[in-house]
């Protein structure tokens, strides 16, 4: 199996396959121990009075760290499998399946992508140890199918980093995080040719560690670090020295992220179990926006969060963290009915 991006910090067998030893998501994360007062503090936020709770949307996922809907389907960047279509299937958990026929493998271990819905381009990071930074696919609308794999600006310091979300900005550049580097990169000429493309570094994390995952809000960049939640203001105009800052977001393990309007959601992984938070930028009101699927069965090591245009809501979990293969779903939730 290929580099498990949960085996770093964590004993694995040569297939890449991890062997649990302790928390499953803290060697990739590179944080420190969480203390147990975060628990405290998760339980102290209240669910919403009509809760949203998750329904199966797929099965059969290892690690699945992004989702993106391309047309009418909906994709998921699976660690073992690649960055795929689901097809629907009436015979699958929750009636969609991966079609492995339309698998892209050009990235070993995709992370949270970002699509360019005018160009038909998807841009994909790759978190495996041999990452050779973001990985630009093109979709095909007629087929339905990615291809025409192209690494993004190669050589220029993207590779080896082990990127895991690759964000467009509203100044139509890329913005993109990594594993191993607190830096924040961009890279602001997308149409010229690879090998004219630049990289600038624009900022850091407010640790200096890597970040799982980056969200905008109009012009600010939020970032899910290991250990909280924060802001990069007006990244489009941040040159080489911005640096995060705090946010009013009570995440003390953020293992993914995402944002629609001015409201965040932030995958909280303390542990294990993961509860999907929903923070107002606007009123600075916080609640648990759902943490389980219709069933009760909880949210684990939740590694993916996306948005479709009706409002609901992607969540990619895996509750062996990549230990055992294809174990992990993909959930989705609907908003709660208004009233």
Excluded at 114 to 143: C, E, H, I, M, Q
Excluded at 238 to 264: D, N, Y
Excluded at 333 to 338: I, R
Aim: hydrophobic content about 40%; glycine content about 14%; proline content about 5%.
């Amino acid at each position: 199996m290929k580099n498990n991006p949960f085996c770093r910090g964590r004993s694995c067998d040569q297939r890449g396959v991890g062997r649990a030893r302790g928390s499953t998501r803290r060697g990739r994360l590179r944080r420190a121990a969480i203390p147990l007062v975060a628990g405290a503090m998760l339980a102290a936020l209240a669910a919403p009075a009509q809760a949203a709770t998750g329904v199966v949307f797929a099965g059969g996922l290892t690690v699945p760290s992004g989702a993106a809907v391309l047309g009418s389907d909906m994709w998921v960047a699976d660690h073992l499998l690649g960055f795929c279509r689901l097809d629907a299937d009436a015979a699958a958990p929750g009636g969609f399946r991966v079609n492995q026929g339309t698998c892209s493998t050009a990235v070993a271990s995709p992370g949270q992508v970002s699509v360019d819905a005018v160009n038909n381009f998807v841009y994909v990071p790759d978190n495996s140890s041999k990452s050779k930074g973001v990985t630009r696919l093109t979709w095909d609308p007629v087929t339905r199918t990615v291809g025409a794999a192209m690494v993004v600006a190669p050589g220029k310091g993207l590779g080896g980093i082990r990127t895991t979300a690759a964000v467009l900005g509203p100044d139509g550049a890329l913005y993109v995080s990594a594993l191993k580097t607190g830096n924040i990169k961009r890279v602001p000429n997308l149409g010229a040719a690879a090998s004219s493309q630049v990289v600038q570094t624009i900022g850091n994390s407010s640790d200096g560690r890597g970040v799982n995952g980056l969200a905008f809000v109009g012009a600010d960049l939020y970032l899910a670090e290991g250990a909280a939640v924060t802001v990069m203001g007006n990244a489009p105009g941040c040159t080489s020295s911005c640096a995060a800052g705090a946010t009013g977001v009570s995440a003390t393990a953020p293992t993914a992220i995402t944002a629609s309007g001015s409201v965040l959601y932030v995958a909280e992984t303390p542990v294990a179990a993961s509860s999907v938070l929903r923070y107002d930028l606007g009123t600075s009101v916080e609640d648990v926006y759902a943490n389980a699927s219709a069933d009760g069965t909880a949210f684990q090591n939740v590694a993916a969060l996306a948005l479709d245009s009706g409002g609901n809501l992607y969540v990619g979990d895996d509750p062996t963290a990549g230990d055992q293969v294809l174990q992990g779903h993909l959930y989705q939730v609907a908003p709660p009915a208004a009233g």
